[in-house]
């Protein structure tokens, strides 16, 4: 067992994706789920509130998109990968995203084990 897990704060405005991520981070004894938001000003409060390791980002979602947060969360707590996952294909919002301050990005098509390793990486 590890000493810490790297805590993850998921952000995706759809519960089903919120639910299998957090199935499949369950499976993966270093990672847990510290929290989940379903729009950018509930990812921004709870980066805030909880301080995660990793965050999570879904980019088209209510009230506050995933690249806004990024930009909030990114200025306010730098040390924070925000890793971007998202079914898009759009490059401008990826690159739109990049320049907010995420880390890195993902398609939502991604393996189980892509993902986990991502996550590790990122705390590295």
Known sequence: MPEKSISVLMVDDHPLVRLGLTALLEVCDDLEVAGEAVNGKEAVDLTEQ???DVI?????????DGIAATRVIHQK???IPIIVLTSSMDTDMIQKAHEAGAHSYLFKNVTCDALADTIRAAVE
């Open 77 to 79: 707590s730098p040390h």
């Open 56 to 64: 999570l980002m879904d980019l088209m979602m209510p009230i506050m």
């Open 50 to 52: 909880l301080q995660p």
